[in-house]
């Protein structure tokens, strides 16, 4: 099993769904990313990455959201 941790900001609140009988929620995090050039300069990149959660993990964005 591969286990990746993102940190960043929630690009809105999420939004708990039902479907199938079960709790969904659909998320957008913006993470930021600093790299330096060979010249010294900082560059500063946003990455947007969309996520989905399903069941318990759903209701536990979801409340972390409001």
Do not use: H
């Amino acid at each position: 099993m591969n286990n990746c941790f993102f940190v960043g900001r929630l690009v809105s609140n999420p939004q708990l769904q039902e479907a199938n009988g079960t709790n969904m929620v659909e998320f957008c995090l913006a993470v930021n990313d600093y790299r330096t050039t060979r010249d010294g300069n900082k560059n500063k990149r946003v990455t947007y990455l969309e996520f989905e959660a399903w069941d318990t993990g759903a209701e536990t964005i979801f409340n972390f959201g409001k």
